[in-house]
């Protein structure tokens, strides 16, 4: 089991919608939002190429934030969700510091707060907020291991991208490009 | 020539526009971190190597201004927590991955040797009982007696038995010392080198550069407290060595970058014709480096030099180089 996303930036317009749902699913204090939107233009005029993508934790595989965590709030769950416990959690910021993608940040409450790829939902059979209320379905979310998964089959047949895979992290939200 | 413009939605406090989490708090407790480190070491190490009496100041009283160092600098990570009334977490668990766990555990560990080590000299260090606060004296009343106008003596048995077995064993605990002190030392760059996500800290090389800075610091405090001329030409003799290492090592890094990958180039250049360029070679290189470096010469060739002057600049460096590398840090990014 290992639970991954794929975004098509062919098809997502950036309607934030996902970002919406997001909050309003999770709670997300005003002024806060666990995934957002980046848009890219590249390229000089009249020749530009503009890209439109969803983007949040990327629940790596190889997870610095865990990593450098000092107290164990910071950890993987199973299917390979990252997540923090509240409870556990000081507000140090090294894991804010150890994200490449600046996927976490201080919740008002006092501890470390990101995606959770809505795992609340996904234990219900359901898909991550942002995935189920996407108007141009262009996210898919299930599990990688599985290869008849939706998930699976649109990473084995289009041309993919991770963020920053630069920084070594092994993202596991791809994006079809 | 391609351009790439990125926009982005996302305006969490502290993350946007560029990274923030990290304030004030952090780069004076890695500073005040480093001092303790430089401070403790050079009093095990002048144990170790059985110099102690030329070297007064920095056994008997150095530990206690080290001691002062780390309670602050824990006062100020305190400060950094957003959820400070769960610091105690820290403790529940020894995470090796994690370089705060580490510093965690060392800094509780420092401080408790370099109390022992400082009970242990109390009575060489304040051999009259003269203080003269009030609450201080009650406070102090409860583990000590006064025997006469000219000494105390501690109130139990137990402590006098302790405080007999840690001068017995002085150097034994003088190695655990010098040890410790140069974990903490080199802790203080770790936790910065400890980030892949930003390239500027991302450097092995920080461990020792921030070591060093430490020890510097370290013995330009000692050499501003000695009475003793020796020792005060002594430290200046140790800071001119170490002056010329940091700067080594400083130049390694920035050789190290330019030779990386392009995230780490870019992170060069905001010191070298970027934004940190003339607050970094101003304050850490000139007036906290080359400046007290010449001045040091020339006291070795026999100039007067006023110690005041090398030591404070040397503290200044050393307290701007962390500032501007825990700013910097968090604002140089991947950027994909």
């Known amino acids: 089991m290992r639970y991954g996303m794929a975004i098509d930036t062919k098809k997502c317009v950036g309607c934030s919608d996902c970002v ?14 666990r995934d957002w939107i980046a848009e890219t233009v590249e390229g000089t005029y009249p020749d530009l190429a503009m890209e439109i993508r969803s983007e949040r934790c990327n ?64 234990k219900n059979g359901q898909d991550p907020a942002c995935v189920s209320v996407c108007p141009t379905h262009c996210m898919y979310f299930g599990d990688l291991d599985d290869p008849n998964s939706e998930v699976s089959k649109k990473v084995a047949t289009r041309k993919t991208k991770v963020l920053a895979p630069e920084a070594g992290t092994k993202p596991q939200i791809f994006y079809l490009i | 020539m391609r351009e790439e413009l990125i926009t982005s939605g996302r305006m969490n406090p502290l993350i946007d526009p560029y990274l923030n989490a990290w304030h ?29 009496s030329k070297y007064q100041t920095t056994v008997k ?44 555990w060392v800094l509780l560990l420092t401080s408790v040797v370099s109390a022992v080590w400082i009970g242990s000299y109390l009575k060489e260090a304040f051999p009259k009982f003269g203080c003269k606060i009030g609450f201080m004296r009650k406070l102090l009343k ?78 330009a405090l000692l050499m501003i407290m000695t009475k003793n001329h020796i020792e005060k030409l002594a430290y200046s003799r140790i800071d001119l060595l170490l002056i010329v290492i940091e700067l080594f090592f400083i130049t390694h890094m920035f050789m190290g970058f330019l030779a990386s990958s392009e995230v780490k180039v870019e992170a060069a250049q905001h010191f070298l014709g970027g934004d940190y360029t003339v607050t970094f070679w101003l304050n850490v290189i000139i007036l906290g480096l080359i400046i007290p470096g010449i001045l040091e010469a020339l006291e070795l060739l026999k100039f007067k030099i006023p110690v005041i002057v090398p030591g404070i600049l040397i503290l200044w460096g050393g307290m701007m180089f962390r500032f501007i590398m825990v700013d910097a840090g968090q604002v140089i990014r991947y950027l994909y």
């Open chain 1, 20 to 33: 919406v749902a997001c909050q309003t699913e999770n709670n997300v204090p005003h002024g806060y939002s």
């Open chain 1, 59 to 122: 629940h790596c595989d190889n997870t610095p934030c865990v990593r450098t965590c000092p107290t164990g709030a910071s950890h993987v769950t199973e299917g390979g969700i990252v997540k923090v416990t509240h409870e556990e959690c000081i507000g140090c910021g090294a894991c804010i510091e150890s994200c490449p993608y600046d996927a976490r940040y201080f919740h008002p409450d006092g501890y470390v707060d990101k995606c959770t790829f809505c795992d609340h939902r996904v």
């Open chain 2, 24 to 52: 004030w708090q952090i780069p004076l407790y890695l500073f005040l971190g480093g001092l303790a480190a430089g401070l403790l070491f050079f009093a095990g190490y002048f144990i170790i190597t059985g110099k102690e």
């Open chain 2, 61 to 104: 009283y150095g530990p206690i201004v080290a001691l002062g160092a780390i309670i602050i600098g824990l006062g100020a990570l305190l400060l950094d927590l957003k959820h400070p009334a769960y610091f105690w977490q820290l403790y529940t668990t020894i995470r090796f991955d994690s370089p705060m766990s580490w510093g965690a």
């Open chain 2, 142 to 219: 409860i583990v000590i007696v006064e025997k006469d106008t000219n000494s105390w003596d501690w109130k139990f048995n137990w402590l006098q038995k302790f405080e007999k077995y840690a001068q017995d064993k002085r150097k034994a605990w003088a190695w655990v010392m010098v040890v410790l002190a140069v974990i903490l030392g080199v802790y203080t760059g770790i936790l910065l080198s400890a980030f892949n996500a930003r390239p500027l800290w991302n450097s092995a090389i920080l461990g020792p550069l921030f070591l060093t800075s430490g020890l510097s610091t370290g013995a």
